[in-house]
């Protein structure tokens, strides 16, 4: 079995580092700084992406990419935690099956998280917004993550907390598990998996159970 993780709101909640990288952006280019939950309904998305959503000229939207990546950089060890369950859910799944991430996140800094956690060494790739030209809801987030597996005649799974992780593993052809931990609702991410779980330690658990045919809910 192959599975792959987002990580916002799946195995950790950087939302106190996301949101002050933004507060400080548009601070330092002098515009007056948008409410948090407009920037929170976008987390998920690219950087530039979720710039532009907030009114970001595009000749600036670069500006404030690299703004906002100085300062992450410099806080994202320090305000990022690991979800609840977070690291139960990756030791045990590291137990029956090969696993991989798969973020919109700079793959660098994800990379610097994940060893910060001391988890990095049970996942055999990282692949973040800088290693692909189209990133989630596009399947080639999850493709290029597959390229570092043998998947023949194994079951894929992707665990994301959004419509885009669930997007993404349904254009590339794999399978997918919504959990609550993060940023989207139940509601919403039913219209795109049929299987939902609270967190990723939970999911893990049902993942199991196909190998053992034994799972209570």
Do not use: C
Request: charged share 25%; glycine share 6%.
């Amino acid at each position: 079995m192959i599975i792959l993780f987002d990580l916002d709101g799946t195995l950790i909640d950087s939302t106190e580092a996301i949101l002050e990288s933004f507060h400080n952006s548009f601070a330092v280019h002098g515009f007056s700084v948008p409410d948090d939950a407009q920037i929170k309904a976008l987390i998920g998305h690219p950087l530039d992406v979720m710039y532009r959503e907030l009114g970001v000229d595009e000749a600036l939207v670069l500006d404030f990419v690299t703004t906002y990546k100085e300062h992450y950089r410099e806080i994202s060890t320090q305000k990022t935690k690991l979800l609840p369950n977070a690291k139960e859910a990756v030791e045990a799944a590291a137990a029956f099956a090969s696993l991989g991430i798969v973020t919109t996140k700079t793959g660098k800094y994800s990379r610097i998280l994940m060893e910060h956690f001391g988890l990095m060494d049970k996942f055999e790739v990282l692949v973040g917004r800088e290693h692909v030209q189209n990133p989630k809801p596009h399947a080639e987030p999850i493709l290029k993550a597959l390229q570092s597996f043998d998947t023949k005649n194994k079951e894929i799974w992707m665990i994301g907390d959004t419509q885009m992780d669930l997007l993404s593993a349904k254009n590339a052809g794999v399978n997918s598990i919504g959990v609550l931990s993060g940023y989207e609702e139940e509601k919403s991410l039913k219209k795109f998996s049929d299987i939902i779980f609270n967190d990723s330690l939970d999911a893990i658990g049902y993942l199991k159970s196909r190998k053992t045919g034994h799972f209570i809910v």
